[in-house]
């Protein structure tokens, strides 16, 4: 069964703290994408990964860094947290090759920025 | 103007109706859409998946695409109260990153 876990449902951090987002998926993918979720805004891509070591940005990087060290784990950063960051967090992973447009999602983290 | 819109809803229906779901978007390069559906507190998970124009059925779900309108539909027959979710259209120029709708919030009374 496909599998893209999220290190914490929901958090609260203050503002200039560093945060930590881990997603890890079990279905070998290449392919991991870091997405935030507003309301009325929809999924807005922050950040990518199409192997180890390799990253590129989305839509909306600023504020925000990644690291894939392996294949199955791609970590989002705030290296310093403020509160237009409060959002929900949502990490997923796809193939490379056919079917890549098939994104499977972990079940988000709900960040609160005070 | 976004690139992909979709009405936010809510839309509340009665169990057993017929539900569309539209979205309308911009960029004519777009070439791989999706639905996904959204419980309450989860993650999206993959509903449908059609490429190009023309229609995909699964079960109760239909989904839709007319590229020369620039349109996307999902219809779901005999609608059950377990559909209450946000359903998210998703679309793609190439088969990596996908542009989301804000999502439409369906709501199926019993």
């Known amino acids: 069964d496909v599998k893209v876990t999220q290190s914490s449902r929901y958090l609260v951090k203050r503002t200039g703290e560093k945060v930590f987002l881990e997603c890890v998926q079990d279905?070998?993918?290449?392919?991991m994408f870091w997405y935030r979720q507003d309301p009325g805004l929809g999924l807005r891509l922050i950040y990518f990964?199409?192997?180890?070591?390799?990253?590129e940005k989305g839509d909306i990087p600023e504020g925000y860094s990644v690291s894939r060290e392996k294949k199955e784990r791609f970590s989002l950063i705030l290296e310093s947290a403020s509160t237009n960051q409060t959002s929900m967090y949502l990490c997923?992973?796809?193939?490379?090759?056919?079917?890549?447009?098939?994104?499977?999602f972990g079940p988000g983290t709900r960040l609160l920025v005070l | 103007q976004k690139e992909v819109e979709q009405d936010p809803g809510p839309l509340s229906v009665p169990e057993g109706a017929i539900v569309s779901l539209n979205c309308t978007y911009s960029?004519?390069?777009?070439?791989?859409f999706m639905w996904y559906r959204q419980y309450s507190r989860k993650g999206p998970e993959l509903l449908m998946y059609?490429?190009?124009?023309g229609n995909k059925e699964d079960g109760r779900f239909t989904a839709q695409v007319d590229k020369s309108s620039k349109y996307i539909s999902l219809f779901i027959r005999d609608s059950q109260p377990s559909d209450s979710a946000t359903y998210l259209c998703?679309?793609?120029?190439?088969?990596?990153?996908?542009?989301f709708g804000s999502g439409t919030r369906l709501q199926v009374q019993p």
């Open positions: 997923a992973s796809s193939f490379r090759g056919r079917g890549e447009e098939t994104q499977y």
């Open positions: 279905m070998d993918h290449e392919n």
């Open positions: 990964s199409y192997d180890v070591k390799m990253k």
């Open positions: 960029n004519s390069a777009f070439q791989y």
């Open positions: 059609t490429y190009s124009s």
């Open positions: 998703a679309m793609s120029e190439s088969r990596r990153a996908l542009t």
